[in-house]
């Protein structure tokens, strides 16, 4: 992507005196010409912003010269296109549609996000908190109660929970014996949250069904879980915060617009996967 170009010698090429690179260069500041096309310096520093990281890490004095061999190519061939086919066309109006969406969001969340707004999100979360427990477990998966009462049977008649959970668990977590980590209440799903909460330590269930199938479950430890700090919960809340205060805008925006949508019916789905109609 950043080799320099071999026939750009050849072809209407201008480029710009060493005054365009100077302290007073704008982002609007002409760096090259192809065929009376202008290249900014703007557009050099967004696709220099847009390079992958292997390229990135270069020296500016490097990377100026192939970003602008790189853009330089693009004009040429561009030019080369007797006329602008329709996806391309397509595409710019997404791309530009996309670019200011992301702008309107970056100006929605700066404003938003504050430490008051923070601090706000936290308290209504937390402020009636109270410390509570959380569970370290180990489960096993099969199809079926009978496979369930099989495993258990196992393990009553001595065997180990681990060696049984990594002979007949279908879960992810069978390889590594079925342990689970540590987790608190509300991450797992109700029914076998009920049971953990139902056993000591040390303790296996019976079988227990839940929407994935058949479980046994073995509690290993519990624990105390303080209420946590609005540091520990920050980058949770900063991300909860921005998303509410797009989705706030975004209604008053759809209250205050005129948005017309076709009738249930009125087009074919799979026409969204017609790439041919691009073509005409």
């Known amino acids: 992507m950043l080799k320099h170009a ?14 365009a690179i100077a302290e007073d260069a704008t982002a609007d500041t002409v760096i090259a010409t192809v065929n009376g096309s202008e290249i900014t310096l703007g557009q050099m520093i967004i696709t220099r912003a847009q390079l992958p990281q292997q390229y990135a890490q270069l020296p500016d004095e490097v990377l100026f010269d192939g970003v602008l061999d790189q853009l330089i190519q ?11 086919p329709a996806r391309v066309t397509y595409a710019i109006q997404n791309e530009e549609r996309s670019l200011k969406a992301g702008e309107a969001i970056n100006d ?19 402020a009636d908190a109270k410390p509570g427990t959380e569970y370290n477990a180990a489960h096993l998966l099969v199809e079926s109660e009978e496979e369930a009462i099989a495993a258990k049977a196992r393990i009553t008649e001595g065997e180990v929970f681990a ?13 590594n014996g079925g342990n689970l980590g540590w987790f608190g209440v509300g991450q797992m799903v109700p029914e076998f949250e009920q049971a953990v909460q139902n056993m000591n330590a040390g303790d296996v269930s019976d079988p227990v069904k ?5 479980h046994i479950v073995t509690l290993l430890e519990t624990r105390n879980a303080d209420v946590p700090s609005l540091d520990e919960v920050r980058q949770e809340l900063f991300g909860e915060v921005q998303e509410a205060a797009i989705q706030a805008r975004l209604t008053e925006l759809t209250d205050a617009a005129t948005v017309v949508t076709p009738d249930e019916g009125a087009f074919d789905p799979t026409l969204i996967s017609n790439i041919d109609l691009l073509d005409n």
């Open 163 to 175: 060696d049984v959970a990594k002979d007949v668990s279908t879960g992810p977590t069978g390889p």
């Open 108 to 126: 929605i969340t700066t404003g938003a996000v504050t430490d008051d707004a923070l601090q706000t999100a936290y308290n209504e979360r937390y």
């Open 210 to 214: 839940t929407q994935f199938g058949w």
């Open 6 to 19: 071999t026939f750009i010698g050849a072809l209407a090429l201008s480029l710009a005196t060493s005054s």
């Open 74 to 84: 693009q004009q040429l061939l561009a030019d080369s296109l007797d006329a602008t």
